[in-house]
């Protein structure tokens, strides 16, 4: 229980990190700016006023700490759809799928960026919906207000076929060749609230993306916990696809497991049920863990007699 406490205080705590991050590169726009039109604290402030030289001096002493501040921070910078951190890469799968089907090849840059993604699914599984994707966050908190206005009102919990989500990603891929990479903006979550707090941070504007995030907020709130991770997102689909025999996964001691208790699997944010040693889109987020009353839960290394 301890442990699964950790794994869904780590949880949370990521995804705000994550959220953070996007925050800085979305800022990170206006202090190139600066850094090429003035390259001086005074100046900015004469310009911009005396917060605008505050926050232009402390992101000049953090770049500083990695060499000039200036390459730096062209080396870093990005969305959700491929991010450059000190210069290392980070590319959505999607992202990567979409720019193959309309370009039909890959930057080298761009394709190593799929090593980590693709690295962290092998291992763990579908971790990016539990620890990094900053829109599962606020489809967590819906669920929390679910259950809140549950105890009022009606909410069903409906169930579609998991072909569901692919159906999405091929229909993303096909509009992306013909209209352009930013219908990913409104199909995925993250790609949709990375782009809103882009545009609202950088440019002081409302994305039509936010049209999006409401549409999975209404989705999560009135049709199941975490709907659309669990139904809509092509990435968490793809992912989970990916790692369906991750290294690392949920291990259960079924002597201590009781027959009766179906309480894993009633709480699993992503209908996974632990009980009969399923696996296949366990983000490890810990939900189960702190609720099994015997403790049979753990995460480990995959058992080889568990294949799936």
Not at 90 to 113: C, I, M, N, Q, Y
Not at 289 to 304: E, F
Request: glycine share 10%; with cysteine; net charge positive.
């Amino acid at each position: 229980m301890k442990s699964g406490k950790t794994l869904l205080i780590l949880s949370i705590l990521s995804r705000f990190s994550v959220i953070g991050l996007l925050c800085a590169l979305a800022m990170l726009t206006e202090y190139q700016n600066l850094k090429k039109a003035y390259n001086h604290p005074r100046l900015v402030e004469l310009s911009s006023g005396r917060a605008m030289r505050v926050f232009y001096e402390t992101a000049d002493s953090f770049f500083s700490l990695f060499g000039d501040p200036a390459e730096t921070a062209r080396r870093s910078g990005g969305m959700t759809w491929s991010i450059r951190l000190m210069g290392a890469p980070f590319t959505d799968p999607v992202a990567a799928l979409s720019v193959l089907a309309k370009s039909r090849h890959w930057e080298l840059g761009f394709a190593l960026g799929l090593v980590a993604p693709i690295g962290m699914a092998l291992v763990f599984g579908r971790v990016f919906c539990s620890y990094i994707c900053p829109a599962s966050l606020l489809f967590f908190a819906i669920a929390r207000l679910r259950n809140v206005l549950g105890r009022y009102l009606y909410f069903p919990d409906f169930s579609i076929p998991g072909g569901f989500a692919w159906g999405i990603l091929f229909g993303g891929l096909v509009a992306a060749v013909w209209i352009g990479h930013g219908i990913w903006s409104l199909v995925l979550p993250y790609f949709a609230l990375g782009q809103t707090l882009f545009q609202g941070i950088a440019f002081g504007t409302l994305s039509i993306s936010l049209g999006s995030l409401i549409v999975f907020s209404i989705l999560d709130l009135c049709l199941g916990r975490q709907f659309t991770c669990r139904y809509v997102c092509p990435t968490g689909r793809l992912l989970g696809f990916i790692g369906r025999r991750s290294l690392i996964s949920i291990r259960r001691e079924a002597p201590l497991c009781l027959a009766s208790c179906q309480s894993c699997a009633d709480v699993c944010p992503m209908k996974v049920n632990p009980k009969m040693d399923e696996t296949v889109d366990c983000s490890l987020c810990g939900e189960c863990l702190v609720i099994c009353p015997t403790n049979c839960l753990s995460i480990g290394l995959r058992p080889k007699k568990i294949l799936s």
